[in-house]
């Protein structure tokens, strides 16, 4: 399959609404995939993914994540990064830039708590 140059327009994408979380798909191809996430709620489930390894940069605010049960501190520029497997949520006041590969699925993510 021929790769083309591609402009995605900011006031082009949708935000998704999944209660706590808001996610907007930003780029999906079959080799991973970019999306936007909010985190605007309290009630986030820990949960990992069977098959994506995910990089989340934070675009805006300062909060916490959990990873495997244990808090830490993350900030405007932080980068973490999760292998397939790793238990992990990020908690309320993020946004974050999330890539995955291979593309994330929702029905691939199982939640734990």
Same mark, same amino acid.
């Given at each position: 399959m021929e790769k083309?140059?591609?402009?995605? &327009? %900011?006031?082009?994408? !949708?935000? $998704?609404?999944?209660?706590?979380t808001k996610t907007t798909?930003?780029?999906?191809?079959?080799?991973?995939?970019?999306?936007?996430?909010?985190?605007?709620?309290?009630d986030i489930k820990t949960g990992y993914d069977t098959e994506s390894d995910v990089a989340y940069y934070v675009l805006e605010g &300062? %909060?916490?994540?959990? !990873?495997? $049960?244990?808090?830490?501190?993350i900030e405007k520029g932080d980068l973490i990064f999760y292998p397939k497997g790793t238990p992990y949520?990020?908690?309320?006041?993020?946004?974050?830039?999330?890539?995955?590969n291979p593309p994330f699925d929702r029905k691939k993510r199982v939640y734990i708590e």
């Open positions: 083309k140059v591609q402009i995605i &327009k %900011g006031n082009s994408l !949708i935000e $998704n609404d999944h209660g706590d798909k930003i780029f999906d191809c079959e080799v991973f995939n970019i999306a936007k996430i909010r985190k605007i709620g309290d &300062k %909060g916490k994540c959990v !990873i495997k $049960n244990k808090e830490y501190e949520k990020h908690l309320k006041g993020l946004t974050l830039l999330a890539i995955a």
